[in-house]
C-alpha cells in the first residue's frame, strides 16, 4: 500500500510502498478512501522534523533533560544509540481520515461490521495509508448520506468542537473566533449551530468571506480599525462573552485580542497553538478564565481509552473524544435543515499518488489553501499480501532470520550487533506498522518486509526467528515459531502467565528432534565479568551468598511496560537478574520470597526479592526505581568460601581472597555481543542451545512466582 513517510532525522517526507497493517484484538482493518491534510498542525510537524538537531533541541528542552539524564545515567555511547535510534523512527503523517472497514478484531464483533465506513482519528492511527489499523474508542460509523470525502474532516470537527464545548456558550451569547483557518471555520459553524452569535476575525478577507457565508454574523479583518466598535455594537457595550483563539502564529496577538474585546469574567479558550504571553492586568482586572482545549476532547492521550479500549462512566464523562467525532459526523448529514458544511472548506484535491505535491503546497507554496484532501482510487486501496521470491544462497546454511519487532532496543543494540556477524543473513522483518517495516528492511539490509509474522513462519527458507515484540506476545510468537520448525531468540520475559510458560515447555516438547531450540536474551550471563564470577564461584566450596543492586531509574507511570502490554518491570526487567543469579550459583532456584516497598506514585517497580537454590545458596535483589542514576545502575555483591566478589555496571570485576580468578576491568559489556554470536552459531550448527532451555524455563517460572508472592505475602516453592 502507498503511504506518506516523513524521516525524524531530516524531515525529508516521501510517498512509499509499505507492507499493509494486520487486524488486531480491539481493532478494526479500514480500508482508506480519503484523508485530510491539516494544514497548521501537519506544516509545524513537518518544519520541526527539518529542524538541526541543535534547532530540535531549543524548541523541546524537556527532551533535552532526558537525554541529559539519561546520559548520566547509561553513558554517552548508549544515550547516542538510543537518540539516534528514536530519530530514525519513520513518522507517518495524518491523523484525520475515513474509509471502510475490511476487518474486525476481536472483541468488537457487533460493534462494527465488515463493509462499514467509519471516520478514523488519531496520530499514527488515522494515516494518510491505504490501509490503517484503528482501536475501538477512535473509530465512529459515517451516517449514510455523509460523503467519505465529507467525513475525512471528522477529526479536525471534533478538535472544534471539543473547543465550543469548553466555552460553554449559549444561546444569544456573542462569541469572537480569531484565526479563520480549518478549526476556526467549524469552530464558527458549531456555535452559529448551537444559537450563539459569531464574530469571525482574521487578517485574511478571503476567510472572512467564506466564514461570513457559513452563518457567522460578523467578519472583522484584524488589520482594520473597527473590531472594537463592531464588538460594541452587538453587545449593547458589554464585550464578548467569549472568544475561542484558533489561530497559527508564535506572536501572543490573540490575547491581546482577546483582553480587548471580552466581557467582565469571559471565558477564553485556545485551539490553536499560538504565544502564550498575556497581558496580565487586562486579564486580571476582568478576571478571565482562559482554557488550553485538549484536542478531540476526554480520552486524548490516555492510552487506556485509546488503545485499549476502556469505557468512560458516561454520568461523568458525557461527551468523550469518540462522541464528538460521532457527532459532528451526525451534524454534517444534509437531511438537517441547518448542517455542519465541510465542502465549502475544500480548497483542493489530491490522489494520495500526489501526496508529495500536496505537502508542497501546504508546507512551502504561497497558493491559498484551506482544506487539502486526499482520495485513494482502487488500485492503492488493495491490501497486500507478500509474495516473497526465493533468497538463494542461504537455504540450509547459517543463521537466517526473521525478525519480529522493531523498536528502539532492537535498532539500536540487537540489529547491529547482529550485522556484523558471518553467517547471519537478514531475511524478513515484520512489524504492525508497514513504514515501519519498509525504513528497517532499507536500514538493516532486510530481503523482505511485512507486518503480518506468519510470513516468518511459512517461509522455509528462514531457520531462525528473533522475537523484539512487546512483552505480552512473547510466548505466543514463541510458540509459534517452535511450530514452524524455527529456533528463537525471545527478548525477556519469555511470558507473563504460568499458562503461557507452559505452552512453550509443550511447543519445545512437540520439536523433539533437537533442530529446534529457543534462547531468552538474558545477556549477562554472556558479560565477561560473570563469566569470571561465575567461574570463581563454582570454584568455591559451600553455598553462595548474592546481592544485586539494581538502580533502573525511573519510568513515566504511563510508559507501555506497565501496560498490559508489558505486564510491569517485575516480568519485564526484574527477570534479568533473577536469571543471573541463577546462572552464578549454578544450582536450581527452590523458593521466591518478595516484598514490595509502599506504592507512592506510578507503578510497582521497588521490589526485595529473595532467592533460595537447592544448594543452600542465597540471593537477594533489591531492585528500585528510586535512587539517582549517578550512583551507578547495577552492582552484583557474591561472598563464597572467603571470597569477597564486586562486579560495578560490568565494568569492572574486584576480588578480595578466595579463587584464583583474576580481577577484569574494561569497556562495559553486558554481553549482548557474546550472546548473539552464541545464538547465530547454535543455529548454524543446529544447536544445542547457548543456555540450557530447562533453565530459562525455571528463571521465568522463579519471576512470575515473585507476582505471586507479593499477592499472597506468602513464600512460594517451586
Keep these: 500500500m502507498k503511504q506518506v513517510i516523513q524521516s525524524r532525522r531530516t524531515g525529508r517526507l516521501a510517498l512509499k510502498n509499505v507492507p499493509a497493517p494486520q487486524v488486531k484484538p480491539g481493532h478494526v482493518l479500514v480500508r482508506t478512501r480519503a ?70 478484531g476481536a472483541g468488537l464483533e457487533g460493534r462494527f461490521r465488515v463493509g462499514e465506513r467509519v471516520a478514523m482519528a488519531g496520530a499514527g492511527v488515522a494515516n494518510h495509508a491505504g490501509v490503517n489499523a484503528v482501536p475501538e474508542n477512535l473509530a465512529a460509523a459515517i451516517p449514510a448520506d455523509v460523503t467519505d470525502e465529507e467525513a475525512c474532516f471528522g477529526t479536525l470537527g471534533a478538535i472544534a468542537m471539543h473547543a465550543v464545548r469548553n466555552l460553554g456558550a449559549g444561546l444569544g451569547d456573542v462569541v469572537a473566533v480569531v ?9 464558527s459553524q458549531f456555535l452559529s449551530l448551537s444559537g450563539a452569535r459569531v464574530i469571525a476575525l482574521d487578517y485574511d478577507t478571503d476567510r472572512l468571506s467564506l466564514a461570513k457565508s457559513l452563518g457567522t454574523e460578523a467578519a472583522c479583518d484584524l488589520g482594520a ?71 478531540y476532547g476526554p480520552g486524548r492521550y490516555d492510552d487506556d481509552f485509546e488503545t485499549r479500549g476502556v469505557k468512560y462512566p458516561e454520568g461523568w464523562v458525557r461527551w468523550t473524544e469518540t462522541e464528538n467525532l460521532a457527532e459532528t459526523l451526525r451534524l454534517m448529514s444534509p437531511r438537517l435543515v441547518r448542517h455542519l458544511d465541510v465542502q465549502a472548506l475544500i480548497s483542493h484535491r489530491f490522489t494520495i499518488s500526489g501526496a508529495e505535491a500536496a505537502y508542497d503546497l501546504v508546507t512551502g507554496s504561497d497558493e491559498a489553501h484551506l482544506g487539502v484532501v486526499l482520495s485513494y482510487p482502487e488500485a492503492d ?68 518486509s511485512a507486518t503480518d509474522p506468519d510470513t516468518v513462519f511459512s517461509n522455509t527458507e528462514i531457520n531462525a526467528v528473533l522475537i523484539a515484540t512487546r512483552h505480552d506476545s512473547h510466548a505466543e510468537l514463541t510458540v509459534k515459531a517452535l511450530a514452524a520448525g524455527k529456533s528463537v531468540w525471545v527478548e525477556k520475559p519469555l511470558a507473563l502467565s504460568m499458562d503461557e510458560l507452559n505452552n512453550v515447555v509443550e511447543a519445545r516438547n512437540a520439536a523433539n528432534d533437537g533442530s529446534r531450540f529457543f534462547q531468552v536474551g538474558f545477556n549477562r550471563r554472556f558479560a565477561p565479568a560473570a563469566l569470571r564470577l561465575r567461574d570463581a564461584l563454582a570454584a568455591a566450596a559451600g553455598p553462595k551468598v548474592l546481592a ?32 543471573l543469579a541463577r546462572f552464578l550459583i549454578g544450582a536450581p532456584i527452590v523458593s521466591v520470597q518478595a516484598n514490595a516497598a509502599q506504592l507512592t506514585d506510578g507503578a510497582c517497580d521497588d521490589v ?31 561472598f563464597a568460601d572467603s571470597g569477597s566478589y564486586v562486579i560495578d555496571d560490568f565494568r569492572s570485576l574486584e576480588i578480595a581472597g578466595g579463587s584464583n580468578t583474576a580481577p577484569w576491568k574494561g569497556a562495559q ?34 519471576t512470575i512466582a515473585v507476582l505471586e508472592s507479593l499477592r499472597s505475602g506468602t513464600r512460594v516453592d517451586l
Design 179 to 187: 484565526g479563520c483557518g480549518l478549526v476556526g471555520q467549524l469552530a
Design 225 to 295: 480599525d473597527n473590531i472594537n466598535s463592531v464588538v460594541r455594537e452587538m453587545t449593547n457595550g458589554r464585550g464578548c462573552d467569549g472568544i475561542i483563539i484558533a489561530a497559527a502564529t508564535q506572536s501572543s496577538e490573540p490575547f491581546e485580542t482577546a483582553a480587548a474585546i471580552a466581557r467582565d469574567r469571559a471565558r477564553v479558550v485556545m485551539v490553536g497553538l499560538t504565544g502564550t504571553s498575556f497581558p496580565y492586568a487586562e486579564f486580571m482586572k476582568k478576571e478571565l478564565n482562559v482554557i488550553v482545549s485538549r484536542s
Design 608 to 638: 526485595a526479592i529473595a532467592l533460595r537454590c537447592a544448594d543452600g545458596s542465597l540471593a537477594n535483589i533489591v531492585y528500585t526505581a528510586r535512587g539517582d542514576g549517578s550512583a551507578g545502575k547495577e552492582r552484583i555483591e557474591a
Design 381 to 448: 486501496e488493495s491490501v497486500v499480501r507478500p509474495n516473497f521470491n526465493a533468497v538463494k544462497g542461504v537455504a540450509g546454511s547459517g543463521c537466517v532470520l526473521g525478525v519480529i519487532g522493531a523498536g528502539n532496543f532492537a535498532k539500536s543494540v540487537l540489529l547491529p550487533a547482529l550485522s556484523k556477524l558471518s553467517g547471519v543473513s537478514f531475511h524478513t522483518l515484520v512489524t504492525g506498522r508497514g513504514a515501519t517495516a519498509e525504513h528497517g528492511q532499507g536500514n538493516f539490509e532486510f530481503a523482505q
Design 35 to 104: 484523508s485530510l491534510i491539516s494544514a497548521g498542525t501537519e506544516r509545524m510537524v513537518v518544519e520541526f522534523a527539518k529542524k538541526s538537531l541543535a534547532s530540535k533541541a531549543r524548541a523541546r528542552p524537556d527532551l533535552v533533560k532526558k537525554v541529559v539524564d539519561k546520559a548520566k545515567r547509561d553513558g554517552l555511547k548508549a544515550t547516542f544509540q538510543t537518540v539516534m535510534a528514536r530519530l530514525d523512527k519513520p513518522l507517518p503523517l495524518g491523523y484525520s481520515a475515513a474509509g471502510e472497514v475490511i476487518a474486525v
Design 548 to 579: 544485586l543492586r539494581i538502580n533502573a531509574g525511573a519510568l513515566d507511570g504511563d510508559h507501555w511496560v506497565h501496560t498490559d502490554d508489558g505486564g510491569g518491570r517485575i516480568l519485564g526487567e526484574a527477570c534479568h537478574f533473577i536469571d
Design 669 to 702: 559489556d553486558k554481553g549482548f555481543d557474546g550472546a548473539l554470536k552464541a545464538f547465530a552459531a547454535a543455529v548454524a550448527g543446529g544447536g544445542p542451545a547457548p543456555i540450557d532451555e530447562a533453565e530459562l524455563i525455571e528463571t521465568s517460572a522463579a
